[in-house]
């Protein structure tokens, strides 16, 4: 009799810590969740943030192209340069 009241209370324990676990694993679950997010959101946040310099890179390099251009051609206008970029920046788009 007394080891049927051990084994009873055993059984017990075990069924009362079931909805412990469960919620646990369904906390760690929720965690990882959001570890998950927010990778992804700062993953995303990096890559906007190449993106952009590489746009401030490329507009850095033909203002500077603009300028050697018209320093070196006479009567050239960064007018005529931008044009020409535009042109280039055209016809590469369209390949």
Same mark, same amino acid.
């Given at each position: 009799l007394?080891?049927?009241?051990k084994f009873? %209370? $055993?059984?017990?324990e075990i069924n009362a810590a079931r909805p412990l676990k469960e919620a646990a694993s369904h906390q760690t679950e /929720? /965690?990882?969740q959001v570890k998950a997010a927010k990778a992804e959101a700062? %993953?995303?946040y990096l890559s906007g943030l190449?993106? %952009?310099?590489q746009r401030k890179a490329i507009v850095q390099g033909l203002h500077a192209s603009v #300028?050697?251009?018209s320093g070196e051609v #006479?009567?050239?206008k960064p007018k005529d340069e931008m044009g020409i970029l535009?042109?280039? %920046? $055209?016809t590469l788009a369209h390949c």
């Open positions: 007394a080891s049927y009241s009873n %209370a $055993s059984m017990n /929720v /965690v990882c700062g %993953a995303r190449g993106a %952009a310099r #300028s050697e251009f #006479s009567g050239a535009l042109l280039i %920046a $055209s």
